[in-house]
């Protein structure tokens, strides 16, 4: 296990509606990345948070925004949810977000189903 | 941009034999490739990394070959076992921009393991 938690596991939602899932990262990490996995592929970037502050993001919408903590945990919002969302989300956390050999682990994920 | 892909969706192995799972990646300036193993309803989780200034580096029955001349990427595993069934990612580390690095995932390679 990598230390990296999220929460909840599974959550349904219909569309338009809006939804918060959560990740505590692993102890001594203050970076963290959220990723959507949709099924069958491989997980797509988002964006990145170090030190609570957006530090890149991917070929995502704003209406995907997130928030980190001072304890580093992170938040990953998502407004005005589309069919589309329905995917699995992974945070991941690491060590340095600076870092280019910057090894990031995986939490398990949430399941979000939009209906 | 980096894009990373793989020759095969499927393999099947029997039990006690090798596998090879393979890996292309575009024209990138990336210079650290990481190889994650991603069971049914789990995050991805850290196999086995190699650098760019190195062509070989093995763990524990997995080997990762890096030929940076045709631009790909090679996971071995000795001795396959059944619980090494699951799907199997390359991920290159580019730049994302605002000082910050992300990790660009191929489709996967789904592995079974025949008893």
């Known amino acids: 296990e990598t230390g990296v938690t999220q929460s909840p596991t599974h959550l349904i939602k219909t569309r338009g509606q809006q939804v918060t899932l959560r990740c505590s990262s692993q102890?001594?990490?203050?970076?963290v990345s959220w990723y959507q996995q949709a099924l069958g592929q491989g997980p797509q970037f988002i964006f990145q948070?170090?030190?609570?502050?957006?530090?890149g993001r991917g070929n995502f919408p704003p209406r995907f925004s997130g928030l980190q903590f001072p304890n580093y945990s992170s938040e990953l919002n998502v407004n005005a949810l589309e069919l589309d969302d329905s995917a699995l989300y992974l945070c991941?956390?690491?060590?340095?977000?600076?870092?280019?050999?910057?090894?990031?682990?995986f939490g398990p994920g949430t399941r979000l189903t939009v209906l | 941009g980096e894009s990373v892909g793989l020759h095969l969706p499927t393999l099947s192995v029997q039990e006690g034999d090798n596998s090879i799972i393979n890996c292309a990646y575009s024209?990138?300036?990336?210079?650290?490739f990481i190889w994650y193993k991603q069971e049914s309803g789990k995050g991805p989780q850290f196999i086995i990394d190699?650098?760019?200034?190195?062509d070989k580096r093995q763990g524990q029955r997995v080997t990762v070959l890096l030929n940076k001349t045709v631009k790909h990427l090679s996971l071995q595993i000795a001795a396959t076992q059944p619980g090494d069934s699951a799907v199997y990612f390359c991920?290159?580390?580019?730049?994302?921009?605002?000082?910050?690095?992300?990790?660009?995932f191929g489709k996967g390679t789904k592995l079974s393991v025949i008893p």
């Open positions: 948070y170090y030190r609570e502050e957006e530090n």
């Open positions: 024209n990138s300036a990336s210079d650290y």
């Open positions: 102890s001594g990490h203050n970076t």
């Open positions: 991920a290159l580390i580019g730049y994302s921009g605002a000082g910050s690095y992300q990790l660009t």
């Open positions: 991941a956390s690491s060590q340095d977000g600076t870092g280019r050999l910057d090894t990031q682990y």
């Open positions: 190699i650098r760019s200034n190195m």
